[in-house]
C-alpha cells in the first residue's frame, strides 16, 4: 500500500475507492498469501525400556493368634457362686459342657472367677474332659498345673501340656477347689439327663484331683451349677 503522508482519511469512503475519495490514500492490490509451513514430521517412538525383573516373594507373615473365644457360658450368665463343699459335698469338682463347632484349637490355659478367695490356700486344679461311656463318664484330656494359692478374680492356670480340641466335639470343663470359704462364678443350668446326650454339668466327689487318662462319672447332676470357665 502507498500512503501519502500526512494525509486525512475520509470516513464517507467506500472501498474499493480511488484517490480522490481517499484523500491521498492509493490502496494497491492484496498480496499473494504466503506459503504455508510444512507440518513438522512426527519423530519415531524410541524403543520401550527393559522391563525389571519380579522380586522375590516376601517371607510369610506370623500366624494370626490363637483366638479360642471358648468358655462355658459369658460372664452376663454368672448368677451363682460355687463354694468349696457346695451342697455339703465333699473333696468335690465342677463341670460343664461345651461344644465349639468352629476348628480345631490348640489351649494353653485356663481361667476361672473367683468371687471370693476365702482362704487364698488350698489345693485348686482345673482340667478338660471328654465325654465317653455311654454319656454316663468322661475320660480327663488335659489338667492344670496343681496351685496352692489363689487370688480373688479372674484366675489363669497353664496346662501342663498343651491340648488340641477337634471341632464339633463334646468336651467338659471342670475345677476341682480345696481353698476354704472361697467362691468361683457360675449359673444354674442344666437339666436331668434322658440317658442320649451327655448332661449340662455335673458334680463329682471323693477326688485327690485330676489325672490325664483318669475316669469320671458324669452321673451327679443334682446340683445343676456350671462353673464358668474360659479356654485361652
Known sequence: MIVHKNAEFSTS???????????????GPTG???RARPQRKQG????AGDTEATGATGPTGPA??????????TLGTI??????????????????LIFDCGSDKEITEIAAYFMQAGAGTGVFQMAILMPTGGNSQAEVVAVTNT??????????????AS????????????????VNASIIGGFTAGASPGGDAP???????????????????????SQRLSPWLYLC
Open 13 to 27: 469512503c467506500q472501498l474499493p475507492c480511488d484517490p480522490c475519495c481517499c484523500n491521498g490514500y492509493l490502496i
Open 32 to 34: 499473494l498469501a504466503g
Open 79 to 96: 448368677n451363682a457362686g460355687i463354694s468349696y463343699n457346695q451342697g455339703r459335698g465333699n473333696n468335690e469338682a465342677f463341670a460343664a
Open 199 to 221: 448332661p449340662i454339668n455335673f458334680r463329682v466327689q471323693n477326688l485327690s484331683g485330676f489325672r490325664v487318662g483318669q475316669s469320671i462319672s458324669t452321673s451327679d447332676t
Open 64 to 73: 494370626s493368634a490363637n483366638n479360642t473365644y471358648i468358655e462355658t457360658g
Open 163 to 178: 491340648v488340641t480340641l477337634r471341632a464339633n466335639t463334646s468336651y467338659y470343663l471342670a475345677v476341682y477347689s480345696q
Open 147 to 160: 496351685v496352692n494359692s489363689i487370688f480373688g478374680g479372674f484366675f489363669v492356670i497353664p496346662l501342663t
Open 44 to 47: 519415531v517412538q524410541g524403543p
